[in-house]
T-cell receptor
């Protein structure tokens, strides 16, 4: 089954304790992206990657790191989490060769709810 | 970053009613996508509109792209409880999508 998986689904942690949220896709997609979703602010992009070893900042990259060592994986790293990073996080992937009009169809994971106390 | 404004923010209706939600921007965009997000899940693409004035239908859902390509609407006919969810519009911006704030729809039986 084609899917994007994220782990963990729920995480409660304390300020300053480094954490990693994993993301994996089995569709051989080149493009992967991380978003955070907050009430009233919608989905905002954190980082994205067009292919292996290629990553770029999105709209809200501060406090986050990513890596793309393999095509299927795109982990999100919070080196020193703070309470303002409490949010619902989504990983997404798409093929850059299959465009819907001018845009890519993005496939989203089920989300990771992170609470930083 | 050009934000997309969606209205209304919340909508609660009875089964069988019709509704329209809107997505507006101050700038022209090349294409627009509509996603639906159900509780506990990620957004799922419903449709992409590309041409000004374009109308696409997906069963009881009708999507329209404004002539000037600055706005879009989603009309649901005879809403069902299964239509409940968060409806998001998103515009293409080079290598990323910019999402609207969403319309949360609740359809009661």
């Amino acid at each position: 089954e084609a899917q994007v998986t994220q782990n963990p689904r729920y995480l409660i942690t304390v300020t300053g304790k480094k954490l990693t949220v994993t993301c994996s896709q089995n569709m051989n997609h080149e493009y992967m992206s991380w978003y955070r979703q907050d009430p009233g602010l919608g989905l905002r992009q954190i980082y994205y990657s067009m292919n292996v070893e290629v990553t770029d900042k999105g709209d809200v990259p501060e406090g986050y790191k990513v890596s793309r060592k393999e095509k299927r994986n795109f982990p999100l790293i919070l080196e020193s989490p703070s309470p303002n990073q409490t949010s619902l996080y989504f990983c997404a992937s798409s093929s850059i060769f299959i465009r819907q009009g001018e845009g890519y169809e993005q496939y989203f994971g089920p989300g990771t709810r992170l609470t930083v106390t | 970053t050009q934000l997309l404004e969606q209205s209304p923010q919340f909508l609660s209706i009875q089964e069988g009613e019709n509704l329209t939600v809107y997505c507006n921007s101050s700038s022209v965009f090349s294409s627009l996508q509509w996603y639906r997000q159900e509780p506990g899940e990620g957004p799922v693409l419903l449709v992409t509109v590309v041409t000004g004035g374009e109308v696409k239908k997906l069963k009881r859902l009708t999507f329209q792209f404004g002539d000037a390509r600055k706005d879009s609407s989603l009309h649901i006919t005879a809403a069902q409880p299964g239509d409940t969810g968060l409806y998001l519009c998103a515009r293409d911006n080079t290598d990323k999508l910019i999402f609207g704030t969403g319309t949360r729809l609740q359809v009661f039986p």
